[in-house]
């Protein structure tokens, strides 16, 4: 019998982390749309590059709830820099003219400086994650 209910309560946790990560998603999403709506310059495209990792991570979270943090914000970091690398060919400006979702995701122009933002997100993600996380367990366990 404690397979089953270890099983049921692994199932419960990864719902759990599924439904916080989507969450977290969401709330990434409206923060990044709401910067580019209400701050220009720097702030706006610095930042929306952090928010850009954070929100792969919350994705790779999502589908993949036992991952852990580091290799989600590992795997968060890598594809925001091979999207940034993917900037230095013609395809994705190509896209950028012709759908704003593909701007959106896949920019148009390559600059070097989105690398340390894209790193900057995946280590303020990794801390939410833990942080999170902490507040999971303790809750789980009657501690919090």
Not at 4 to 15: C, L, N
Not at 80 to 95: D, K, R
């Amino acid at each position: 019998m404690a397979r089953i209910s270890e099983t049921h309560d692994g199932a419960a946790d990864q719902v759990r982390t599924r439904l916080v990560a989507f969450g977290a998603a969401t709330v990434t999403i409206v923060a990044g749309l709401g910067l580019r709506a209400g701050v220009s310059g720097n702030v706006a495209k610095y930042g929306g590059d952090a928010l850009y990792t954070i929100l792969l991570l919350t994705l790779v979270v999502l589908v993949a709830p036992r991952v852990t943090r580091l290799t989600a914000a590992g795997g968060a970091l890598a594809v925001s820099c091979a999207v940034e690398f993917l900037q230095l060919s013609q395809v994705p400006a190509e896209l950028a003219q012709r759908s704003t979702l593909a701007r959106l995701v896949l920019g148009s122009t390559f600059n070097a400086i989105d690398l340390l933002w894209y790193a900057v997100g995946a280590v303020v993600g990794c801390l939410i994650h833990t942080a999170v996380g902490s507040l999971s367990s303790r809750r789980g366990t009657g501690h919090g």
